[in-house]
């Protein structure tokens, strides 16, 4: 990078910088902390009435979360506190234990988190299959509702949720009108609020939904002088602390392990679903840093001890009050802290209005976040990932065993499930009109399926014509030598052979020793793409090796003989309907049911070495793409101006709502070439037409105000590089002259991007600004920056 230098006054600024930033994001801040506490209230109350823990137990954790959490952990606006995912853990901890060793428990879990963390283990946390996770979860929610409709309909809960199924039946025949009637008010504003209409609903609706459900019904039951139980806080003075942990080891160890799992999978996860959420709602500009997970998994540590040695419930991250958190624009960790400092005030001032809630109330809105945590979202993706029966029966053992057991269930169907799917392999072969034998080998080929792909290989008649398709990626080695033994075998006896599809090294088709070699005795390309043809028109005509002809596909097979190019595009075709298609179909019906939602507009060169989705790893439906020669972007009202650019750029921008844009160009390119070769009397073309909006680029690399770019700390190699790097830039600007892109620009809502492709090295830089000069990053090969 370019080096520069700072003055006294800059290293000022430097240091004063994260004060002013303090200051400035206080009042988002202060406003964001007061609606998570009005979240965090009732839910705090409902969690802790579920377990059967001391009510300000709830508050106690809550404070401790957003406190100590909130100042030592890793992802700044997360929320942490008492979590619908640990109730039922708790429930069943406070019955075996009692509450006073719960607490206990909950101390040494969070020694345990902290344990962790210093290991470093935090990302091993989150190798535990999405399914197994939503599973749990989704258990943990039926248990809740089951448990908390007891309480709505005026009973008592039992001990497990079979109990409680069973004890329905009596619950029914026995109704508490009154409590039914407050359960079912807070239900309704609970689910109608946020579906307020109107202007006076959209003031109403910055109220979150669960205090003004609460509210309601202890206002209803409170005017209608109604009698039921109520939230009974005691006197902090009676507040019970943690005591020795009493009972079997073995049994304290396994709770002390259930709460240290549960809490850190749910609490990274949330940090994790966080970080995604900030990254959609907001620019580069007003982003906080990325979640560091070993630091939350540290923090969580923290507030556990600190909550359980005063007296309260476990705590995780809590991904409702962190939602809540980052959409009223909190900027800071102190939004958390400060939402914990109210929830301490509230314990102690408000006491008296704390009391008035109505039991009922309290639990019809934990049973609705049980409801909630069987999510249908969670469902389709599990479906569409084929995990339905890893995902049903960790549902079925966590509400019939518990939640450590019905995890250990999940994970070993998940290991039965995969293990079953790497082994299962379909081998068919038929017999096609052309009289080409087709054998289609689907799956994974190991060891296990060898006796099949034998049996069905000694099918083919030994001088047949034999195609043979691998729809699979993996092959060991025992399978490939059986492979490539009966190949051998099947061509020495006059027969032919096409294999397509993947290699035990992952490549496609048959063994690069017999494929055609290339003009000057070098090897064409390995097969490394789906265009596996895509050197072919630079081999002789005929092979070296007798062999490869013989393993061609048969002229019977064979189209009739037509131009390399249309031959070359009817082979491809052919290629991708064969080996593609199958793979993608159902992605394209989805994207043609739709519609295209790009997140990015990409506007590049039309050379052919340019391959954008190779370069980007993207696939259908994630690039908008624009090429032309070039990449140029002409200004608006330029002379000889090409709408068909400004027309691209409007549409992505206003209409598919793109969240960036990138103008890429490239090494070596043809138009910069032109550009600089380029001389006042040269016949205008249409080309070079169209170059002359390339002709600011020119001007930017040789004006003095500007300086040159870098490669990774290098200057380009020669004047049409440093044409390539400038032209970028200048195209970046042109962007912001167009009135669509200057408008998302100011709202916060677009991004611009420059990227740079050296076509020789298969390397891909990133442009980066700087104060006045572009400097480029590398990325190595893991997508790494440099």
């Not at 807070?186 to 609706?205: D, S, Y």
């Not at 290699?503 to 494929?515: I, K």
């Not at 013989?550 to 019977?556: F, I, L, N, Q, R």
């Not at 669509?740 to 740079?756: D, F, I, K, N, P």
Request: charged residues 15%; hydrophobic residues 45%.
């Amino acid at each position: 990078m370019t080096a520069t230098s700072r003055t006294p006054a800059a290293d000022e600024e430097i240091r004063t910088t994260p004060r002013k930033q303090a200051r400035k994001d206080l009042p988002a801040d202060l406003s964001a902390s007061v609606a998570v506490f009005l979240i965090a209230l009732p839910l705090s109350l409902g969690i802790a009435l579920a377990t059967g823990a001391p009510l300000q137990a709830g508050l106690v954790a809550a404070a401790a979360g957003g406190i100590v959490a909130g100042r030592l952990g890793g992802a700044p606006l997360q929320v942490s506190g008492p979590a619908a995912g640990l109730t039922v853990v708790t429930a069943e901890l406070i019955q075996h234990y009692g509450w006073r060793t719960t607490c206990a428990i909950t101390v040494l879990a969070g020694f345990c988190q902290l344990g962790l963390a210093l290991l470093r283990t935090a990302r091993s946390a989150l190798m535990v299959s999405p399914a197994i996770v939503h599973g749990m979860l989704a258990g943990i929610g039926v248990t809740i509702a089951l448990a908390q409709l007891h309480i709505v309909l005026g009973g008592t809960p039992q001990s497990s949720a079979v109990a409680n199924v069973l004890g329905l039946p009596g619950q029914l025949a026995d109704l508490h009108p009154v409590a039914l009637g407050v359960s079912v008010l807070t239900l309704v504003v609970l689910l109608g609020w946020p579906r307020l209409p109107g202007r006076t609903g959209r003031a109403l609706r910055r109220v979150p939904a669960a205090l003004a459900a609460v509210a309601t019904a202890t206002a209803f039951a409170a005017l209608a002088g109604l009698s039921l139980p109520r939230v009974d806080l005691p006197s902090w003075r009676s507040h019970a602390l943690p005591e020795l942990p009493e009972g079997p080891v073995l049994g304290i160890i396994a709770a002390v392990l259930t709460i240290t799992l549960v809490g850190s999978v749910e609490s990274l996860l949330s940090a994790v679903a966080t970080d995604k959420l900030i990254s959609s709602e907001r620019g580069t500009g007003n982003r906080p840093p990325r979640a560091d997970l070993n630091r939350e998994l540290r923090g969580q540590g923290a507030a556990n001890i600190v909550s359980g040695a005063l007296g309260g419930l476990p705590i995780t991250g809590v991904a409702v009050r962190s939602v809540a958190n980052v959409k009223a624009g909190a900027a800071s960790r102190k939004s958390a802290m400060l939402h914990g400092f109210w929830v301490m005030l509230a314990a102690g001032l408000l006491v008296p209005v704390l009391d008035l809630i109505p039991l009922a109330a309290l639990a019809a809105l934990v049973m609705a976040v049980g409801v909630q945590m069987v999510s249908i979202t969670h469902l389709r993706s599990v479906t569409r990932h084929r995990e339905i029966p890893v995902y049903a029966t960790t549902i079925v053992a966590v509400v019939l065993g518990g939640v450590l057991e019905g995890v250990a269930i999940g994970i070993a169907v998940a290991v039965a499930l995969a293990l079953h799917r790497l082994a299962r392999t379909r081998i068919t072969v038929e017999q096609l009109d052309t009289g080409v034998h087709r054998v289609w080998a689907r799956g994974q080929l190991t060891f296990l399926a060898v006796p099949r792909l034998s049996r069905v290989l000694n099918q083919i008649p030994h001088d047949g014509r034999a195609v043979v398709e691998l729809d699979g990626s993996f092959m060991d080695h025992a399978a490939y030598e059986t492979l490539r033994d009966w190949q051998d075998s099947h061509l020495a006896h006059g027969g032919s052979v096409q294999v397509t599809g993947r290699r035990a090294d992952g490549s496609q088709h048959s063994d690069p020793a017999r494929r055609t070699p290339q003009r000057g005795g070098h090897q064409c390309c390995r097969p490394w793409t789906p265009w596996q043809n895509h050197c072919d028109h630079r081999a002789d005509d005929t092979p070296a090796d007798p062999a490869a002809a013989t393993a061609a596909v048969p002229a019977a097979a064979a189209p009739a003989p037509r131009r390399r190019g249309a031959g070359q595009l009817a082979n491809g075709i052919s290629a991708f309907q064969r080996d593609t298609a199958p793979h993608v179909r159902d992605e394209l019906a989805r994207l043609a049911r739709e519609g295209q939602r790009p997140s990015q507009l990409f506007l590049t060169c039309a050379d052919s070495r340019l391959v954008t989705s190779m370069i980007t790893a993207s696939g259908p439906g994630d690039l908008f793409t624009v090429r032309n020669v070039g990449n140029l972007v002409p200004l608006p009202g330029a002379e000889s101006t090409d709408d068909s650019v400004a027309a691209a750029i409007e549409y992505a921008v206003d209409v598919l709502k793109v969240d960036s844009i990138t103008v890429c160009g490239h090494s070596g390119c043809g138009a910069m070439q032109a550009l600089l070769n380029s001389s006042p009397g040269t016949p205008l073309t249409p080309l070079r037409r169209w170059l002359r909006h390339g002709l600011p680029s020119l001007e930017r690399m040789a004006s003095r105000h500007h300086a040159w770019a870098r490669i990774s700390g290098r200057l380009p190699a020669d004047a049409v590089e440093q044409l390539c790097l400038t032209n970028i830039v200048q195209q970046l600007e042109h962007l912001r002259a167009h009135e669509s892109v200057a408008r998302r620009l100011a709202e916060g809502t677009l991004e611009l991007h420059g990227m740079y492709f050296h076509v020789g090295e298969a390397q891909a830089y990133l442009l980066s600004e700087g104060e006045d000069f572009f400097d480029c990053r590398v990325f190595d090969t893991v997508g790494q920056n440099a």
